[in-house]
């Protein structure tokens, strides 16, 4: 079990999200919290190639908060997108562009893509996850009753699989918690990887 693996040493989760909180603290990880100062913008060229730029974005975090550790430290970081028509779906800025990505996912099949990355005695691994989401269709009335609870303005494509949003979500193909913002087993198979042997 991760815990035992990772009993006795200090881990710092490079992010400021608290569902990613709540699911190291949900299999009994003790840690601290330090999220990252990074540019994660996204340029035209990133829409070609999501799975390399959540990759580039959940690396930057986990070496910026690296640096600032010691080589025993075991560092978390990980990001998160939507991505559907060959293109990538960040955090809404505004109502109007929360409104847009939801009309945008209605009645569609997106794709969510994650990547884990964990360093640990200046080793670096990582596991990208990538799960298909299917939403119903959303009525004008239904997108702004969701824009009003404020859960869609610090997560991917404007909606969280774990709060009001799970009444969007007519299916899940692959890792539920990756639509969460933090694959599980991914993070299980790298420390595995990294601490089973060492």
């Known amino acids: 079990m991760i815990h035992k ?9 490079a992010s400021a999200s608290p569902r990613r909180s709540d699911l190291l603290k949900l299999v009994g990880l003790n840690f601290i919290q330090v999220p990252p100062n990074i540019d994660e913008a996204f340029t035209e060229s990133d829409h070609d190639n999501p799975k390399k730029y959540v990759k580039r974005i959940a690396y ?5 908060i690296s640096k600032q550790m010691d080589d025993d430290c075991v560092v978390i970081a990980a990001d998160t997108i939507v991505y559907f028509d060959k293109k990538i ?32 005695r200046r080793k670096i691994v990582f596991d990208i996850a990538k799960t298909k989401v299917k939403f119903m269709e959303l009525s004008d009335e239904m997108i702004d009753e969701y824009i009003l609870t404020n859960e869609p303005f610090d997560k991917a ?24 913002g933090f694959p ?11 601490l089973a042997h060492g």
């Open 60 to 64: 930057d975090k986990c070496v910026f």
């Open 184 to 194: 599980m087993n991914s993070f299980f198979r790298l420390v595995l990887g990294l």
């Open 157 to 180: 494509g404007a909606y969280g699989i774990q709060g009001f949003g799970s009444q969007f979500i007519e299916k899940v193909d692959g890792c539920y918690f990756n639509v969460m």
């Open 89 to 120: 779906y960040g955090k809404p800025e505004s109502n109007t562009e929360a409104a847009e990505y939801l009309r945008t996912l209605s009645n569609q099949t997106h794709i969510v893509y994650s990547c884990v990355v964990v360093s640990y």
């Open 5 to 13: 693996l990772l009993k006795g040493k200090k881990i710092v989760l």
